[in-house]
């Protein structure tokens, strides 16, 4: 298990790789009532060279809860769940709640210019304020179309991306009713026939989060690891200080912090 000494070395490194890599010539884009931008639609093909199928769920920091745009430089395709097309990749991402930036766009430019993918695609559904429980219930269609729109669509997931439990930290969630949801969760994809691993960041930072149960989602976010399930443990996301977030939430990421968790992300991605 990594320490959290260990995460802000691993993030420093990425981070100063992605402020190398994307900074050059990066769109970001500051939110005043900006209306969504232009999409270009792509074929979604996977074609000659490797490319990540990367599916983003949880809350708002997956979704579009940024408070700066971006617009992928390198081949980053952003697959609609509602239209079961593919654009380029520019925020806000089709597919997932919110108006703002999400760290999934940065991600897929580095992930590429680490040389690690020749493209990416980006299937997120995260949903804004989301507990694991609602996840679980009333959103649980969002997860059930993606798939079925990415059996259609010929793509098949090579990684899950789960940052989620900034909710469940606000409310009385236990760590054994953290870990039965997220396994919940999990088989439900498994059952769809999915089988790339599932990662699980460890997120619960927030200034209105009440300090008690934060320990309970951790530790619940460290249980519900599961090789049978193929649950991995991800980046540990607490360690972006209020310096990367915004300042009337403690919560929600600006620029600088946006880039870091895509730069935590991308130590995890093979």
């Given at each position: ?109 580095i992930l ?49 991306l789960f ?20 396994h919940q ?86």
């Open positions: 298990m990594l320490s959290r000494f260990t995460y802000l070395v691993v993030g420093m490194a990425f981070g100063a790789m992605a402020a190398k890599l994307v900074n050059p010539g990066m769109t970001q884009i500051n939110l005043t009532e900006l209306a969504p931008p232009l999409r270009t639609e792509r074929p979604c093909g996977t074609g000659p060279g490797k490319t990540a199928v990367i599916v983003i769920h949880g809350q708002s920091n997956a979704a579009n809860y940024g408070n700066t745009r971006y617009i992928a430089r390198e081949p980053v395709d952003n697959f609609d769940p509602a239209t079961g097309k593919c654009f380029a990749a520019a925020d806000p991402l089709l597919g997932a709640d919110g108006a703002g930036g999400s760290f999934a766009t940065r991600l897929g430019d590429i210019q680490a040389g690690r993918y020749d493209r990416v695609i980006l299937a997120p559904v995260a949903v804004e304020g989301a507990s694991l429980s609602v996840l679980n219930n009333e959103q649980a269609g969002r997860i059930e179309n993606l798939l079925a729109k990415l059996r259609s669509a010929g793509l098949t997931p090579t990684h899950f940052q989620q439990g900034e909710k469940d930290a606000m409310l009385t969630t236990t760590q054994a009713q953290y870990v039965s949801l997220l969760l999990v088989r439900r994809i498994r059952d769809a026939g999915v089988d790339a691993p599932f990662y699980l960041s460890q997120s619960t930072k927030c200034d209105a989060v009440d300090p008690k149960n934060v320990a309970e989602v951790r530790a619940g976010q460290l249980a519900a690891v599961d090789q049978t399930l193929n649950i991995r443990l991800g980046p540990d996301t607490d360690v972006i200080a209020n310096d990367g977030r915004n300042p009337f939430d403690g919560c929600h990421m600006n620029a600088l912090g946006t880039l870091a968790n895509a730069a935590l992300w991308a130590s995890f991605i093979r």
